[in-house]
DNA sequence: ATGGGTGCAAAGGATTTGCAACATT
DNA sequence: AATGTTGCAAATCCTTTGCACCCAT
């Protein structure tokens, strides 16, 4: 548990962002939590620590963290941005069936990087996705 | 003009989709419009030649053709979901400055399609882009 | 006291839904 | 007749905004 708070502080003050006790809050979920939350499911589960965290402070807080490549933002889901506390590059396998987001392993990630000619655009974030039905979804259709 | 409206009927036919007027126009802009239009894009511009057309029919149609192999959802713009005609893979850049996507060359995109290992999950779509500023707004920032 | 951070309530806006009208086989 | 399609208006709900308060420097 304190290696993820030290986590936390380390990550925020790496990407130059003030350690406000929120922010270290949502860090900390983000980092403990890597099931791909949305700004709902964190603020959520963290106004039962906290009552008086606003939504607001989480969305900007969560904006802030992609922003500086403190997080990853994932636009998987049609219907809500979600995020991620893995900021290495990796895929995601989003089920149309549950809604659930798996993290799928690249064989080589930084081929993905180098594999497009990007031309003069300054690149800041990548994402790879596959979208379908997962196998747990797959096997309860039948 | 006419190998459009033929294109269109096609790709149609080969999706399993009845032909409808409606369906027809909108696959017809898709096609005839590489430029990643949103759903108020096309309602907006096909109003134009037809009036009676409904935003939600517009919704309900891209939505149809996404889910049936005969266009692309583009998920990378946070704000609202985009389609692209073109249903072969390959990546995008969206800019964060002008809220434009571009088309990305890869190198072989079919080589993304077998790299990441899906397990039993059954993948429909796959996406891959970039998010940054692109290089006409990256000219104008100096 | 100054600037950044937070929270509340309200506004904004994209997308969906329910349902009636309509077309097509 | 039956089924699939369309259109309107209303509802939904995610996200942003404006503004006041508060804390830390």
Redesign the pocket.
Known sequence: MAAIEREAYARLERCG??P????LLIMEYLIGHLTHP???DIHKKLCQK????????????L??FAENGAAQML?ID?????YDGIVEPHAHFYCKKCGKIFDILISDANLLRVSADLGGNKATEMQLYYRGVCAKCVESEQ
Not at 20 to 23: G, K
């Open positions: 962002l003030r406000s006790p929120q922010r949305t700004v709902e906290v009552p008086t965290l606003s939504r607001t402070t989480v969305y900007n807080t904006r802030l636009t049609e219907h809500r941005v979600c």
